[in-house]
Structures are given as structure tokens and as C-alpha cells.
């Protein structure tokens, strides 16, 4: 384990100790009082940086302008990607963000944190339970109505969904309304799904790019074989995969190999490849393909927030709190399964 590893373990294991016991119960006004509040100004807190956890947010986004169609809502979230997943969030009013690397930028950090106290809020949510910056950042805003997202043990009976952390904040979300008074508030119907809301024209460039890179008659299966870390499968796993994919579906379809932006390949640049470091434009690419293979990651997220079926494979990662769920996606644990399950996953996505 490197030094910079240990540090940001222990320094995790020390905020949550620190943080654990904050906002145990919704604090501010009595729930009661929640139903005569004109709900216009809301705080969603989720500071981390990385692609795939900004992307969960997006659910509860959609949940909060369902209830409150009028509301502005700021973000307090870190690094630079949100502006660009959230563009089209008309809702979203503003973004504040974190320096990704706190100890470089030291002042900017303690400064973004201080200017949570310019603004006032009618309500603040913490996305993530276990985020001790979440829980601080909570408590530090000024907010009416603040809900800290603690497990509820009686969703956690009833829904085997619920950890899910993308459906986790919803469901708690929309219990927080019904125990307040909210009428019309529907706990079981389904949760919105990860979307940074395209564009047509985004999409229609997507298709000219897709139909640059591949035969045009035909559709194409997206293939993503990066991940970090213990995630990523190695090159012995994906090659005699690809070339089981090549040996299935090669005659029918175009497969392409979506590259992350450390641009490498575990198949070793075998077949046609995309590259972008275009968020929206690598949404908009993936929008027009048929299905999505890839290990968990943020790409695999991003692919979920384009609609397009996903099979996402696990093999380290909670299948429960991570699985893309948008219509036609599946999540594989490849512990469990092997080369002939993920084929009969791929068949029924393609309706063969």
C-alpha cells in the first residue's frame, strides 16, 4: 500500500468517526411545518470527484424537480464534471465545487467550504450516508429542512433495492415527504434512472461519429474493457472474450471498443475504436449503440445515463449498490458466471 493510500485511509477513518453521529434525525423545523414551506431554493451535497458517483446523483436531481417543479437546486460537489453532466439540468442553478485535490489548492478549499455560508436553503440533502464530507457540509448549510440520508430499517425490509446508491437517497427522499404530510407522493413507483439529458443534436452527432467508425447498415455492440484498480479485468480475461464476441455476433453486428481517456486496451487495440475526452460526446456515441459491455466504472455509469441496455460485470464491487438499472441493463457477477452467461445475456438484449 502506498503512503498517499494510507494517509487518505486514515484520514477517512478519522472524518467518519468524527462525523458518524451528525444528523442523526432531520434537523430544523419540525417535519410537520415541511408541507407549509414553499419549497424554492434546495442543497445537494455530494463532494467527490469521481465520474460514476456524480452520475448517481442525477436520480435524486430528477426526483427533486418531480416533487418541486419550481425549485432551484445548487450542487456542493467536487471537481470539475458536474457542469458538464448537469448542463441541461435546467433546475440546477448552482454548482459548488471542491478543488479534486484539496491539499494543492488548500485556500480554494477552505474557501468553497466558507461560501456554503453565503447562501440560505429551504432544504438540504446529503447524498451518501457514509460521506463525512456530505454529513459536515450538511450541517454546515444554512437550510429549513435538512435530511441526512440514515438508514431506514424498515425501507431496507421492504425494498431489495434500497442500498442501491442511486435509489438509497429517492426512496429515503420520498419517506421523508410522506411522514411529513405530502400527499401523492408514490414510495413504489420506479426510480428515475441515471440521464444527463441529451440533446437531439447531441445525439444526432453521436450517430454521425458512430457511422464515421463503422458500417452504418449495421448496429453496434460497445465494448469497454477498462476499469480502475482491482476492477479492471486483465488481457488473459478479455481477449478470448472478444474473441468469442467476434466469433457470435461479427457477421451481424459492428463491434467497437470504447477507449478511457488513458487511451489503452485490454484486447490490445483489436478492433475499431472510439476516443474522446468529451463526456457529453461520448454519452451521445454510446446513445446510438445497441448494448454496452464493460466492467463497473464510471464509463459504465455514464453508458446507464445514455439509455442504452448495459451489461455491467462485477467481480469486486457490491452488484446491489452499483448495477446499472435502466431499461435492458444487467449486471453479471463473473465469480458466479462465465463466457456462455454473458452470451445469454447479450442474445436476449439483441432479441435473438
Not at 448552482?94 to 485535490?101: D, F, V
Request: charged share 25%; with cysteine.
Amino acid at each position: 500500500m502506498s503512503f498517499k493510500i494510507y494517509i487518505n485511509d486514515k484520514r477517512r477513518a478519522i472524518m467518519r468517526g468524527l462525523t458518524r453521529n451528525i444528523g442523526r434525525i432531520v434537523s430544523g423545523s419540525s417535519n410537520n411545518d415541511l408541507t407549509n414551506t414553499n419549497i424554492k431554493k434546495v442543497l445537494v451535497s455530494r463532494p467527490n470527484s469521481r465520474l460514476g458517483n456524480q452520475l448517481l446523483i442525477t436520480p435524486l436531481v430528477q426526483e427533486i424537480i418531480d416533487v418541486f417543479p419550481e425549485c432551484e437546486i445548487d450542487l456542493f460537489v467536487r471537481g470539475q464534471i458536474a457542469p458538464i453532466l448537469f448542463e441541461n439540468y435546467k433546475n440546477v442553478n448552482r454548482i459548488i465545487r471542491l478543488p479534486k485535490k484539496p491539499f494543492k489548492e488548500l485556500l480554494k478549499y477552505i474557501k468553497v467550504w466558507f461560501s456554503l455560508k453565503k447562501y440560505s436553503y429551504d432544504m438540504v440533502l446529503n447524498m451518501d450516508k457514509n460521506s463525512s464530507s456530505g454529513r459536515l457540509s450538511t450541517q454546515f448549510a444554512n437550510g429549513r429542512f435538512k435530511f441526512f440520508n440514515d438508514i431506514d430499517e424498515e425501507l431496507q425490509a421492504k425494498y431489495d433495492d434500497y442500498e442501491h446508491k442511486a435509489k438509497f437517497p429517492v426512496y429515503n427522499f420520498r419517506n421523508y415527504l410522506i411522514k411529513s404530510g405530502f400527499e401523492n407522493i408514490d414510495i413504489d413507483k420506479p426510480i428515475p434512472t441515471l440521464n444527463i439529458k441529451l440533446s437531439d443534436s447531441e445525439i444526432a452527432k453521436g450517430k454521425e461519429i458512430l457511422d464515421s467508425l463503422t458500417d452504418k447498415n449495421k448496429e453496434t455492440i460497445a465494448i469497454y474493457t477498462f476499469a480502475t484498480g482491482a476492477k479492471c479485468y486483465s488481457k488473459e480475461w478479455w481477449l478470448p472474450v472478444y474473441d468469442r464476441f467476434c466469433k457470435e455476433y461479427g457477421k451481424e453486428y459492428n463491434i467497437l471498443e470504447v477507449l478511457p481517456v488513458e487511451n489503452v486496451s485490454q484486447i490490445d487495440f483489436k478492433a475499431p475504436a472510439y476516443y474522446s475526452k468529451d463526456l457529453r460526446e461520448i454519452t451521445a456515441f454510446i446513445n446510438n449503440t445497441k448494448v454496452f459491455i464493460g466492467a463497473d466504472s464510471g464509463m459504465m455509469h455514464l453508458a446507464s445515463a445514455a439509455q442504452t441496455p448495459v451489461v455491467g460485470l462485477f467481480s469486486i464491487t457490491d452488484i446491489i449498490k452499483y448495477q446499472p438499472y435502466n431499461e435492458g441493463s444487467v449486471a453479471i457477477d463473473t465469480n458466479k458466471s462465465d463466457i456462455e452467461d454473458i452470451i445469454k445475456t447479450i442474445d436476449k438484449i439483441l432479441g435473438k
